[in-house]
């Protein structure tokens, strides 16, 4: 009997050590006769093939399947409305970048001082979050769209079982970095329309608070206005408002209103789309270029009174800003919005309207200490100089830009000799009014 169970059990027939080493041996000789034939035998491009199928049919039954995402540039191709993950990768993978990558693509860009590194489309970019691993791939325009605009994407894959890790941790820790290095990133980028599209260029405009020549009391208003606008975001939310603030800047030509759009970009770090109305044929494509624009960005909307070119394309400002907070209603994204003019008094009064804009902003004349950082700027000048009083008191009978001013200070390099020649300048347009004072007191 007990040899009949032998006989059905092969296991059994193993049982002492020396006997499993025979199995083993045995085994071990007929693989590697194996393997030599297989490569002795089959040609090499049939081996590869016969190997992919293997894995292939091996993943599928892997416990733990890989999951992928798509991250397309447009979450809606035909709106092209952005979609801020892509950005957020494109920016945060060229930190993973390291020196075992093989292919990279690597440029400078005009106007820019530094080196532009990017993941190139052939390689396989590594990330480890939390103990998981997570690998990009780029797609840089396989596909086309409907306009024949390449179809660029990211594809994100990982084990399945980190599903809602990936979701809930990773994704927003991605968006986080990629705030973080927008707000600590000291190039900022300004957006001009072409053909129908942002086309992006460093903002190198050098304007900060510190270097504008405005009234100390204006200048911290602003200053307060936007410190209270980015602490209040849960305000915002609370009372259901888009999380925007608008400014209307108006001034005579020279008196610093790009000056200060550039001094708010620069204090706040927030990029610049220019949105240059008569570079837009219709509502659908101002709708949507503000559906482009990024989050923590300035959209500014020069020359509002040009309202002849605002009407023949059948769109209203007051409409625009409608629209605006619509669109980024629910999205607790920061937005400024400014319109500049040079003559308030021919805007929309529709635009003027409480609440439309919040703060109106008027940039004047070159009055009292606000001249001292011009002079601070353009020569260097610190502290007080003999000229000064005269200048001053000047500057509060005659009505000049701080543009016009600059333009006189850069003269001359030696710093005595560009006040008195301003000093003579300003005497000249002082006799100037006067004549036409007199003028036209005689006329009437
Ligand atoms: N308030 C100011 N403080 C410092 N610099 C100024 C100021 N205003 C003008 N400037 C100087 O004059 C130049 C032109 O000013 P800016 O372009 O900001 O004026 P603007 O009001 O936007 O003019 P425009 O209406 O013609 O566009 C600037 O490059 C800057 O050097």
């Not at 204006?218 to 888009?242: A, Q, S, T």
């Not at 400014?247 to 020279?254: A, E, H, M, N, Q």
Request: proline residues 3%; glycine residues 4%.
């Amino acid at each position: 009997m007990g040899s009949n169970t032998n006989k059905y059990n092969i296991f059994s027939s193993f049982t002492s050590a020396s006997s499993w080493f025979e199995l083993y041996a045995a085994f071990s000789t007929f693989t590697m006769l194996l393997k030599a034939a297989f490569n002795d035998l089959i040609p090499h491009q049939l081996r590869s093939f016969v190997t992919s199928k293997l894995e292939s049919l091996f993943s599928k039954y892997q416990p733990n399947n890989r999951v992928s995402l798509k991250i397309n540039q447009f979450w809606d191709e035909s709106l092209r409305s952005r979609n801020e993950l892509f950005y957020a990768a494109h920016e945060y993978l060229p930190t993973k970048i390291t020196n075992t990558f093989k292919s990279l693509k690597v440029g400078k860009i005009e106007d820019q001082k530094h080196l532009e590194l990017a993941v190139d489309a052939t390689q396989e970019v590594l990330d480890e979050f939390e103990g998981i691993k997570f690998t990009w791939k780029l797609d840089d325009g396989s596909e086309k769209d409907s306009e024949n605009f390449k179809k660029y994407s990211f594809e994100l894959t990982f084990n399945g079982k980190h599903r809602e890790r990936a979701l809930e941790r990773y994704i927003p820790h991605v968006l986080k970095t990629y705030e973080a290095m927008k707000s600590d990133k000291r190039i900022l980028k300004i957006y001009s329309r072409l053909d129908g599209y942002w086309t992006e260029s460093e903002l190198s405009h050098p304007a900060t608070f510190d270097s504008l020549a405005l009234s100390p009391e204006l200048k911290k208003d602003i200053i307060d206005d936007l410190d209270r606008f980015l602490r209040r975001k849960e305000l915002y939310k609370k009372v259901g408002k888009p999380w925007k603030r608008g400014y209307l800047l108006y001034g005579t030509p020279g008196t610093g209103k790009s000056s200060l759009i550039a001094a708010i970009a620069n204090y706040l770090k927030f990029d610049v789309y220019d949105l240059e109305l008569t570079s837009v044929d219709c509502n659908s494509e101002l709708m949507r270029s503000m559906k482009e624009a990024s989050n923590r960005s300035i959209i500014v909307v020069e020359d509002v009174d040009c309202n002849k070119v605002v009407k023949a394309n059948r769109f209203t400002l007051s409409g625009l800003l409608n629209y605006m907070d619509g669109l980024w209603s629910s999205g607790g994204e920061e937005r400024i919005v400014i319109f500049t003019t040079n003559h308030r008094e021919k805007i929309d009064p529709a635009l003027l309207r409480p609440g439309r804009m919040d703060m109106h902003i008027h940039l004047s004349f070159l009055k009292g200490k606000a001249f001292r950082v011009l002079a601070s700027n353009y020569l260097g000048i610190e502290g007080d100089h003999p000229l000064f009083e005269e200048i001053e008191g000047l500057l509060e009978r005659i009505e000049v830009s701080p543009a016009v001013v600059a333009e006189q200070l850069m003269r001359n390099e030696d710093l005595d000799v560009a006040l008195e020649a301003l000093v003579k300048f300003l005497k000249e347009m002082d006799k100037d009014r006067n004549c036409n004072g007199e003028l036209t007191g005689l006329l009437s």
